[in-house]
Protein backbone atom coordinates (compact mmCIF):
# COMPACT_ATOMS: atom_id res chain seq x y z
CA UNK A 1 0.00 0.00 0.00
CA UNK A 2 1.30 3.35 -0.87
CA UNK A 3 0.33 6.60 1.36
CA UNK A 4 1.18 9.92 -0.81
CA UNK A 5 1.73 13.01 0.59
CA UNK A 6 0.00 15.52 -1.34
CA UNK A 7 0.58 19.11 -0.99
CA UNK A 8 3.53 19.97 -3.12
CA UNK A 9 2.42 24.04 -3.62
CA UNK A 10 3.61 23.54 0.22
CA UNK A 11 6.07 21.08 -0.10
CA UNK A 12 3.86 18.60 1.48
CA UNK A 13 4.22 20.56 4.87
CA UNK A 14 2.74 18.40 7.95
CA UNK A 15 -0.49 20.22 8.74
CA UNK A 16 -2.93 19.47 11.51
CA UNK A 17 -5.18 17.86 8.57
CA UNK A 18 -2.27 16.29 6.86
CA UNK A 19 -0.95 14.84 10.58
CA UNK A 20 -4.81 13.78 11.20
CA UNK A 21 -5.01 12.13 7.72
CA UNK A 22 -1.81 10.00 8.22
CA UNK A 23 -3.13 9.33 11.28
CA UNK A 24 -6.41 7.65 9.67
CA UNK A 25 -4.79 5.91 6.95
CA UNK A 26 -1.65 3.94 9.65
CA UNK A 27 -4.71 3.21 12.16
CA UNK A 28 -6.58 1.74 9.25
CA UNK A 29 -3.74 -0.34 8.27
CA UNK A 30 -3.08 -1.66 11.78
CA UNK A 31 -6.37 -3.67 11.11
CA UNK A 32 -5.91 -4.78 7.29
CA UNK A 33 -3.60 -8.15 7.40
CA UNK A 34 -4.06 -7.89 3.61
CA UNK A 35 -1.55 -5.10 3.86
CA UNK A 36 2.19 -6.42 3.98
CA UNK A 37 4.35 -3.62 3.20
CA UNK A 38 3.60 0.38 2.85
CA UNK A 39 5.47 2.78 0.68
CA UNK A 40 5.36 6.80 1.94
CA UNK A 41 5.66 8.77 -0.70
CA UNK A 42 5.34 12.68 -1.61
CA UNK A 43 4.24 14.70 -5.04
CA UNK A 44 6.32 17.93 -6.09
CA UNK A 45 9.91 18.49 -5.70
CA UNK A 46 9.76 18.07 -1.92
CA UNK A 47 9.17 14.86 0.36
CA UNK A 48 8.33 16.95 3.01
CA UNK A 49 9.79 20.05 4.46
CA UNK A 50 8.39 19.53 7.97
CA UNK A 51 5.48 21.10 9.72
CA UNK A 52 3.93 24.17 8.46
CA UNK A 53 4.97 27.13 9.81
CA UNK A 54 2.33 29.09 8.27
CA UNK A 55 -0.03 27.62 10.55
CA UNK A 56 1.70 27.21 13.60
CA UNK A 57 1.76 31.22 13.79
CA UNK A 58 -1.57 32.13 13.17
CA UNK A 59 -2.58 31.35 16.64
CA UNK A 60 0.57 30.52 18.67
CA UNK A 61 0.19 29.31 22.63
CA UNK A 62 1.88 26.76 24.42
CA UNK A 63 -1.08 24.58 24.68
CA UNK A 64 -2.02 25.02 20.95
CA UNK A 65 2.22 24.07 20.25
CA UNK A 66 2.09 20.90 23.16
CA UNK A 67 -0.99 19.47 21.48
CA UNK A 68 0.42 19.93 17.84
CA UNK A 69 3.70 18.03 18.51
CA UNK A 70 2.11 15.83 20.89
CA UNK A 71 -0.07 15.01 17.31
CA UNK A 72 2.82 14.47 15.42
CA UNK A 73 4.46 12.31 18.07
CA UNK A 74 1.89 9.61 18.00
CA UNK A 75 1.65 9.55 14.37
CA UNK A 76 5.38 9.17 14.02
CA UNK A 77 5.37 6.08 16.82
CA UNK A 78 2.16 4.77 14.93
CA UNK A 79 4.35 4.26 11.95
CA UNK A 80 6.88 2.14 14.28
CA UNK A 81 4.19 0.19 15.76
CA UNK A 82 2.61 -1.20 12.38
CA UNK A 83 3.38 -4.53 12.00
CA UNK A 84 4.12 -4.07 8.72
CA UNK A 85 7.47 -2.56 7.52
CA UNK A 86 7.12 0.97 6.19
CA UNK A 87 9.85 2.34 3.78
CA UNK A 88 10.08 5.99 2.93
CA UNK A 89 10.32 7.15 -0.62
CA UNK A 90 12.37 10.60 -0.56
CA UNK A 91 12.09 12.12 -4.27
CA UNK A 92 13.53 15.57 -2.56
CA UNK A 93 14.07 17.29 0.15
CA UNK A 94 13.55 16.47 3.71
CA UNK A 95 13.66 18.60 6.51
CA UNK A 96 13.09 19.14 10.21
CA UNK A 97 10.08 16.85 11.31
CA UNK A 98 10.38 15.38 7.18
CA UNK A 99 13.86 14.25 7.58
CA UNK A 100 12.00 12.58 11.05
CA UNK A 101 9.54 10.98 9.11
CA UNK A 102 12.01 9.41 6.76
CA UNK A 103 14.00 8.37 10.01
CA UNK A 104 10.66 7.13 11.57
CA UNK A 105 10.22 5.08 8.33
CA UNK A 106 11.37 1.29 8.71
CA UNK A 107 13.73 1.81 5.58
CA UNK A 108 14.10 4.18 3.06
CA UNK A 109 14.93 4.36 -0.28
CA UNK A 110 15.81 7.73 -1.77
CA UNK A 111 16.81 9.65 -4.90
CA UNK A 112 20.33 10.87 -5.71
CA UNK A 113 18.90 14.24 -5.68
CA UNK A 114 17.36 13.98 -2.45
CA UNK A 115 18.58 15.96 0.28
CA UNK A 116 18.17 15.73 4.68
CA UNK A 117 18.12 18.54 7.41
CA UNK A 118 17.16 18.61 10.71
CA UNK A 119 17.16 22.82 9.65
CA UNK A 120 14.90 24.42 12.49
CA UNK A 121 17.76 25.69 14.73
CA UNK A 122 18.03 27.82 11.98
CA UNK A 123 15.18 29.79 12.60
CA UNK A 124 15.98 29.43 16.67
CA UNK A 125 13.76 25.90 16.86
CA UNK A 126 15.87 23.35 18.41
CA UNK A 127 14.24 20.11 15.99
CA UNK A 128 14.12 18.63 19.77
CA UNK A 129 11.08 15.78 18.38
CA UNK A 130 13.38 15.07 14.92
CA UNK A 131 16.38 14.63 16.83
CA UNK A 132 14.41 11.46 19.05
CA UNK A 133 14.17 9.88 15.63
CA UNK A 134 17.48 11.16 14.56
CA UNK A 135 19.72 10.02 17.36
CA UNK A 136 17.80 6.71 16.97
CA UNK A 137 19.31 6.09 13.28
CA UNK A 138 22.63 7.98 13.14
CA UNK A 139 25.51 8.14 15.70
CA UNK A 140 25.23 10.51 17.97
CA UNK A 141 28.07 12.97 16.90
CA UNK A 142 26.44 12.86 13.02
CA UNK A 143 22.75 13.70 14.14
CA UNK A 144 24.18 16.02 16.95
CA UNK A 145 25.81 18.27 13.99
CA UNK A 146 22.80 18.03 12.01
CA UNK A 147 20.90 19.54 14.69
CA UNK A 148 22.92 22.61 15.71
CA UNK A 149 24.37 23.14 12.23
CA UNK A 150 20.65 22.88 10.56
CA UNK A 151 22.83 21.95 7.40
CA UNK A 152 22.35 19.90 4.62
CA UNK A 153 23.37 16.36 3.88
CA UNK A 154 23.45 14.73 0.37
CA UNK A 155 21.54 11.34 -0.28
CA UNK A 156 25.23 9.52 -0.25
CA UNK A 157 25.84 11.17 3.14
CA UNK A 158 22.88 10.38 4.60
CA UNK A 159 22.92 6.48 3.35
CA UNK A 160 27.20 6.49 4.67
CA UNK A 161 25.37 7.62 8.19
CA UNK A 162 22.69 5.23 8.44
CA UNK A 163 19.44 7.50 7.90
CA UNK A 164 18.80 5.78 4.70
CA UNK A 165 19.43 2.72 3.20
CA UNK A 166 19.42 2.80 -1.00
CA UNK A 167 19.72 5.22 -3.80
CA UNK A 168 18.78 5.21 -7.22
CA UNK A 169 18.63 7.60 -9.82
CA UNK A 170 15.76 9.55 -10.04
CA UNK A 171 14.30 7.43 -13.03
CA UNK A 172 15.51 4.42 -11.01
CA UNK A 173 13.78 5.23 -7.74
CA UNK A 174 10.61 3.41 -7.99
CA UNK A 175 12.60 0.19 -9.32
CA UNK A 176 14.70 0.32 -6.87
CA UNK A 177 12.07 0.64 -4.25
CA UNK A 178 9.75 -2.18 -5.91
CA UNK A 179 13.12 -4.89 -5.62
CA UNK A 180 12.97 -3.78 -2.01
CA UNK A 181 9.37 -4.25 -1.72
CA UNK A 182 9.43 -7.77 -3.29
CA UNK A 183 12.22 -9.04 -1.01
CA UNK A 184 10.33 -8.04 2.09
CA UNK A 185 6.99 -9.77 0.39
CA UNK A 186 8.77 -12.72 -0.38
CA UNK A 187 9.12 -13.44 3.46
CA UNK A 188 6.20 -14.62 5.96
CA UNK A 189 3.80 -11.91 7.11
CA UNK A 190 3.84 -12.97 10.69
CA UNK A 191 7.70 -13.67 11.22
CA UNK A 192 8.02 -10.07 9.85
CA UNK A 193 5.71 -8.94 12.52
CA UNK A 194 6.89 -10.72 15.41
CA UNK A 195 10.52 -9.32 14.13
CA UNK A 196 9.55 -5.30 13.80
CA UNK A 197 8.05 -5.51 17.50
CA UNK A 198 11.04 -6.90 18.88
CA UNK A 199 12.85 -4.79 16.63
CA UNK A 200 12.21 -1.91 18.28
CA UNK A 201 11.52 -3.06 21.53
CA UNK A 202 14.86 -4.45 22.17
CA UNK A 203 16.77 -1.19 21.09
CA UNK A 204 15.46 0.31 24.60
CA UNK A 205 16.30 -2.49 26.74
CA UNK A 206 19.31 -3.14 28.83
CA UNK A 207 21.57 -6.50 27.15
CA UNK A 208 20.40 -8.73 28.98
CA UNK A 209 16.89 -7.99 29.19
CA UNK A 210 16.88 -7.91 24.93
CA UNK A 211 18.72 -11.35 25.30
CA UNK A 212 15.45 -12.47 27.66
CA UNK A 213 13.31 -10.70 24.79
CA UNK A 214 15.02 -12.26 22.45
CA UNK A 215 15.05 -15.58 23.48
CA UNK A 216 11.05 -15.45 24.13
CA UNK A 217 10.24 -14.34 20.78
CA UNK A 218 11.99 -16.61 19.25
CA UNK A 219 10.82 -19.47 21.01
CA UNK A 220 6.96 -18.35 19.59
CA UNK A 221 8.59 -17.71 16.33
CA UNK A 222 9.49 -21.33 16.19
CA UNK A 223 6.22 -22.48 17.05
CA UNK A 224 4.41 -20.81 13.96
CA UNK A 225 3.52 -22.64 11.53
CA UNK A 226 5.51 -20.22 8.65
CA UNK A 227 8.77 -21.01 10.57
CA UNK A 228 7.94 -24.74 10.60
CA UNK A 229 7.33 -24.90 7.07
CA UNK A 230 10.41 -23.01 6.67
CA UNK A 231 13.00 -25.30 8.93
CA UNK A 232 12.01 -28.32 7.37
CA UNK A 233 12.22 -26.85 3.65
CA UNK A 234 15.86 -26.46 4.93
CA UNK A 235 15.90 -29.48 6.16
CA UNK A 236 14.53 -31.31 3.10
CA UNK A 237 16.48 -28.84 0.63
CA UNK A 238 13.54 -27.61 -1.26
CA UNK A 239 11.68 -24.25 -1.55
CA UNK A 240 9.40 -23.61 1.61
CA UNK A 241 5.83 -23.63 0.65
CA UNK A 242 4.37 -20.73 3.01
CA UNK A 243 0.55 -20.26 3.17
CA UNK A 244 -1.19 -17.47 1.17
CA UNK A 245 -1.28 -14.21 3.01
Known sequence: ???????????????????????????????????????????????????????MREAPSLEYYERLFAQCSDMMLTIQQLPVPVIARVQGIATAAGCQLVAMCDLAV???????????????????????ALSRNVLRKAAFEMLV???????????MRGLINRIAEPEQLDAELEKLVATIVAKP?????????????????????????????????????????????????RLPRWKQE
Not at 192 to 208: D, P, S
Open 149 to 159: TGEFISAEEAK
Open 1 to 55: MTLTLNRPHAFNALSEATLAALQRELDTITKDESVRVVVLAAEGKAFCAGHDLKE
Open 110 to 132: ASSTAKFAVSGVNLGLFCSAPGV
Open 189 to 237: RVAVAMGKEFFYRQIELGIAAAYEAASQTMACNMMDEAALEGVQAFIEK
